[in-house]
């Protein structure tokens, strides 16, 4: 199989909608590759805080994609994030850095710097490519795209169930608020914002539990691949 014949399946959606296990998921079954695009922001943000730059200013964020020297290695989970051969899965998964990362990602030259990173991870069988943009911007020809969402008091309580199992403090008033922000500065910002491609199939996971929303994407990617 060559480069040409693997093809992507975009999952883009707000935070907490389930993207990124449902991504996980498919990936497994399908044995292809995935992209954690959001982590990749996240782990920019993480070099940019530890850089004291303000993520606020492009030509701040900008030049620490000139060493940004990162890598996803596969274990028991699918893709561990390192950043300077550190793996920092722990301190990625904080709020903080979720709230970092839609900060820097902002940056329109910052976005266009990740665009070949990201692209290169697309190889044969195929990828699975998680985020906000991956059907409308960096894989506008995906084979499949779709889009997630669920209903924000259920995405609230979903993150407060997955920071408590991870051993972490959570509040569900502040995420609620928290993921309210993250939404707005996602879906406004003007370049690349959060919104489904004319041509995606959106999924409304607030009734269904993961096991459904992977079924129901599974059996429509084998129907009409
Ligand atoms: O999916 P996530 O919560 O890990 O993403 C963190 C932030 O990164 C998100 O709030 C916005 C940004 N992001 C983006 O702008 N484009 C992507 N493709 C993925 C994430």
């Not at 199989?1 to 993207?19: E, F, H, Q, R």
């Not at 839609?102 to 699975?128: I, W």
Request: charged share 25%; no cysteine.
């Amino acid at each position: 199989m060559t480069n040409k014949d693997a093809y992507v399946i975009a999952i883009d959606g707000p935070s907490g909608s389930g993207k990124g296990s449902l991504a996980i998921h498919i990936a497994r079954e399908l044995n292809f590759h995935l992209l954690d695009s959001g982590a990749i922001y996240r782990l920019l943000a993480l070099k940019a805080i530890r850089q004291e730059v303000n993520l606020d200013q492009e030509n701040e964020v900008l030049p620490i994609l000139d060493d940004f020297n990162i890598r996803f290695e596969s274990g028991a989970e699918l893709a561990v994030p390192f950043l300077d051969d550190e793996d920092v899965s722990a301190e990625l998964r904080q709020e903080t850095i979720g709230e970092a990362a839609s900060r820097v990602a902002r940056h329109a030259a910052v976005r266009e710097g990740l665009l070949s990173l990201q692209r290169s991870f697309l190889k044969p069988p195929g990828l699975v490519a998680d985020g906000r943009d991956m059907g409308t911007v960096v894989f506008p020809k995906a084979r499949f795209k779709f889009f997630l969402n669920a209903g924000i008091e259920i995405r609230a309580h979903r993150r407060y169930k997955q920071l408590i199992n991870m051993g972490l403090s959570a509040n569900i008033a502040h995420l609620r608020a928290d993921i309210a922000e993250r939404d707005e500065r996602d879906q406004n910002r003007s370049v690349s914002p959060l919104k489904p491609a004319e041509d995606a199939l959106v999924v409304d996971s607030s009734l269904l539990d993961l096991t459904q929303v992977t079924e129901l994407v599974l059996s429509h990617i084998r129907e009409n691949v």
